[in-house]
């Protein structure tokens, strides 16, 4: 284990469990309330990439934005978004973060810095892009990250983006989550190339691949890139290699890949138990901190679907609001 690795104080490392801890639990949650018929709609669980949205926002400043996919609970609650709003939004209710008219996908928390939720595959990397046009053009420092997945990475769209972010020096981190699967293609099957962090190459932007399971090696490598964008205001990109235990969707039953494909990554690249494997080796936090997080964490999402379950449902007269923009 890298000595970097404890220069976290203690309060960090139980935060970062906690985060982590949170991640899973609710997207948990939310399967079970999916489940019982409460969420209507697609729920794309981010279970098994915590790591990633956890290790990101501890790398970047407060304000950076951050842009993503329809697979979107996890980073929206690790940039910061309440966990009861976030649940009543996928449950529909008026409580909701986005007034219960987005649902599971189109998740928001501008406050945050959270640019949600998009549904059109790729989509979220040309506005990414533009968000870091806008960093640029109103002269700050802030990056934009832009995150899609391994099927999204060959999207047209992506490699006009990268065009034109090298073109104009703007300051944008692409993080590909490479899970393995676009819906129930494999990388294997899909992909002409399987090292996706290459793909920046032929627009001039360094690419890098990284363990997307392991939340030190995500926050050292985010860190890094973003520092060399601010410093030097070019586009970088991360490849996370990572994997999602469930599924695409609720509806997907996932025959396309072994069981014991998924077993393997739970027993042996869990980003929690890994987590708990070096609090353990450094003796940094003890197993009664992190029993008192897991029991804290469990009312949280406790309260969340107790909240959303009792929030009203949005008024019919919403139905035209926060359509277009005055
Ligand atoms: C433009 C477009 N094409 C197809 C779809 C249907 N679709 C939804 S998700 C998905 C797979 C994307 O996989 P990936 O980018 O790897 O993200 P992951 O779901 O693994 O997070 C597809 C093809 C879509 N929503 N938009
Ligand atoms: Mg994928």
Request: charged fraction near 25%.
């Amino acid at each position: 284990m890298k000595k970097e690795n404890l220069s976290f104080t203690k309060e960090e490392f139980l935060a970062i469990y906690r985060e982590m801890l949170l991640l899973r639990r609710f997207e948990e949650n939310a399967g079970q309330l999916y489940g019982m018929g409460l969420i209507g709609g697609f729920c794309h669980l981010y279970i098994g990439q915590e790591a990633v949205a956890v290790g990101i926002k501890r790398a970047i400043k407060n304000t950076d934005t951050i842009i993503t996919s329809y697979r979107d609970h996890g980073l929206m609650l690790s940039a910061g978004g309440c966990p009861k709003s976030i649940m009543a939004e996928l449950l529909g209710k008026s409580t909701g973060c986005s007034k219960g008219k987005g649902g599971s996908m189109h998740m928001f928390d501008l406050e945050k810095g959270f640019y949600g939720g998009h549904g059109i595959v790729g989509a979220q990397v040309s506005l990414g892009t533009g968000l870091a046009f806008a960093h640029k053009y109103k002269d700050t420092d802030n990056i934009s990250v832009t995150l899609y997945g391994d099927g999204a990475s060959h999207q047209g769209q992506v490699y006009e983006s990268f065009n034109i972010a090298k073109l104009w020096g703007l300051p944008v981190l692409y993080i590909i989550e490479n899970n393995e699967y676009a819906m129930g293609t494999s990388v294997e099957r899909a992909s002409s190339t399987k090292e996706l962090y290459k793909r920046g190459e032929s627009f001039g932007i360094t690419g890098k691949q990284v363990d997307g399971m392991n939340f030190f090696a995500v926050y050292e490598a985010v860190k890094e890139a973003a520092d060399f964008i601010r410093k030097n205001s070019t586009p970088f990109l991360l490849e996370m290699k990572t994997y999602r235990y469930r599924g695409h969707s609720m509806s997907d039953p996932a025959k396309y890949r072994a069981k014991e494909e998924v077993e393997e990554y739970k027993a042996h690249h869990d980003p929690l138990t890994s987590l708990k494997e070096f609090f353990a080796q450094n003796q940094v936090v003890s197993e009664e901190e992190l029993k008192a997080i897991e029991v804290e964490v469990k009312e949280i999402v406790k309260e969340s679907a107790e909240f959303a379950q009792t929030s009203p449902e949005p008024d019919e007269e919403e139905l035209y609001t926060n359509v277009y923009k005055d």
